[in-house]
């Protein structure tokens, strides 16, 4: 079955730095979502993106957030300035469309750690 | 808006019988089933869609009463596999984002 990959597995890094998280969707999806995990918690969503721009966002995705589909196969979220409660497992997910059935693959997630 | 799940945890031995439910106070398009085991991502079960359907594979199956806007996942007979988080994701309509309740945790042990 075709996968979503995600890349680091693992993130560590200082309060106030930026980090970038990438993800390659499946190839021929079209819709892209970021959600985060915190430790022990419901999947939250976080943003939708379809035809090079946000569809939907929450209340998460605040102007420290932005998300960018930088060439014909990444798509990256960016968290400018981290902060403690940043820390979580964040999951991308693809879908090629919304037709019946059509589910969301997720990828395996970057664990990002905030100190 | 999240939908609500119940129960929050439940415990059972091999062969045992689950019911876990979901509800949403919006009208829904359609409902989501995905199983985490710990430290890995949501695995696809299955999807309903408005309609009533009732959906199913192996020993898990589901179902989708669109006017009460609830989902229900039936396991029977359940093995150790089914341990997990299980969680439902609503659409309110088609191409809005999927959102997830907070899960229901199954434990089975033997």
């Known amino acids: 079955e075709p996968e979503v990959t995600q890349t680091p597995s693992h993130q560590v890094t200082q309060m106030g730095q930026e980090v970038i998280l990438r993800c390659v969707p499946i190839?021929?999806?079209?819709?892209f979502y970021w959600y985060r995990q915190i430790l022990g918690q419901k999947v939250e969503f976080l943003v939708s993106?379809?035809?090079?721009?946000?569809?939907?966002k929450s209340e998460i995705f605040d102007d420290q957030f932005s998300v960018e589909r930088p060439d014909g196969s990444n798509f990256t979220l960016k968290i400018r300035s981290t902060k403690l409660e940043d820390s979580a497992m964040y999951f991308c997910?693809?879908?090629?469309?919304?037709?019946?059935?059509?589910?969301?693959?997720f990828g395996s997630g970057t664990q990002l750690s905030v100190l | 808006q999240q939908p609500v799940q119940s129960p929050q945890a439940v415990i059972l031995r091999e062969g045992e019988d689950a019911v876990i439910n979901c509800s949403s106070s919006k009208a829904l398009y359609s409902v989501h089933w995905y199983r985490q085991k710990h430290g890995e991502a949501p695995v696809f079960l299955m999807i309903l869609l408005k309609g009533g359907e009732q959906k199913g594979h192996d020993k898990i199956s589901a179902s989708f009463n669109e006017k009460k806007q609830q989902s229900s996942l039936y396991l029977t007979a359940s093995q150790l596999s089914y341990s997990g988080t299980y969680f439902c994701g609503t659409e309110s309509q088609a191409g809005t984002a999927l959102i997830f309740g907070k899960g229901t945790t199954l434990s089975v042990s033997s």
């Open positions: 190839s021929n999806h079209l819709y």
């Open positions: 997910a693809s879908r090629q469309g919304f037709a019946t059935n059509e589910k969301l693959f």
């Open positions: 993106f379809y035809n090079n721009e946000i569809s939907e």
